[in-house]
């Protein structure tokens, strides 16, 4: 079993929709983080988080560290958010310098 | 602030042929990190540095990897005797650690990976 999770693999939704993608992990962590790849690799931290709510523009992430799970929710979705999003945790004392990465959800978005 | 950069961007190479990659992290941040990622999976730790010590490697970097970061600035990775099971993207991030106290985690800024295609 991996150490973190995620879930759906992938994702379809029409725009306008609203998204969910959530991720369980089964490892002490310091931090979680939400990524953004695009197609050709590049990746964009979106969120970084360790615990409660943190929102930018129609990007909302929240984490319950007792349950060991996080979401990141996207609202009125749009083709452009078309990605791969990747939940990574961030361990404790001598692996707090390095992630451990989910195997990411591919979302598209269909105008 | 011109991000994290990494040269090149895609390689070819042959089986046994040994390639080297470079990373040229944010200017001001200490930490820089090596992952790999394989199609249709999420990246995976290879190594870390803060400033120019190597603190921690993952098992994945068998002995044919070795990686530097000589002046705590750019950093190289080095594979030797590529295999076919060595294609991958290789990404290289960095982030700004405190020295001293702070907290345990810090955002990572991603560069845009080299695509390594051995045949």
């Known amino acids: 079993k991996n150490e973190v999770e995620q879930s759906p693999q992938n994702l379809t939704a029409q725009e306008g929709e609203f998204i969910t993608i959530n991720c369980s992990y089964s490892v002490g962590i310091s931090a979680l983080h939400w990524l953004q790849q695009h197609p050709g690799g590049g990746i964009v931290s979106l969120f970084m988080l360790s615990s409660g709510k943190k929102k930018h523009g129609r990007l909302i992430a929240t984490i319950n560290i007792q349950e060991k799970h996080s979401s990141l929710h996207i609202t009125a979705s749009h083709p452009r958010d078309s990605a791969v999003y990747i939940c990574a945790v961030s361990g404790y004392g001598g692996s707090q310098g390095n992630l451990i990465f989910g195997k990411g959800t591919k979302l598209s978005v269909k105008p | 602030d011109t991000g994290v950069s990494q040269n090149p961007r895609h390689k070819i190479t042959k089986r046994g042929q040994n390639v080297t990659f470079r990373c040229d992290p944010i200017?001001?941040?200490?930490?820089l990190y090596w992952y790999r990622q394989t199609l249709g999976q999420g990246p995976e730790f290879l190594t870390y540095?803060?400033?120019?010590?190597?603190?921690?490697k993952s098992r994945l970097l068998s002995d044919r990897f070795s990686a530097e970061r000589p002046k705590g600035s750019f950093s190289t990775l080095e594979i030797q005797r590529t295999e076919q099971g060595d294609s991958a993207m290789y990404l290289c991030?960095?982030?700004?650690?405190?020295?001293?106290?702070?907290?345990?985690?810090?955002?990572?800024?991603f560069g845009p990976g080299t695509r390594l295609t051995v045949t």
């Open positions: 991030a960095s982030s700004l650690a405190a020295m001293v106290g702070g907290p345990t985690a810090y955002e990572q800024y």
């Open positions: 200017s001001e941040h200490n930490r």
């Open positions: 540095f803060q400033n120019e010590a190597q603190l921690e």
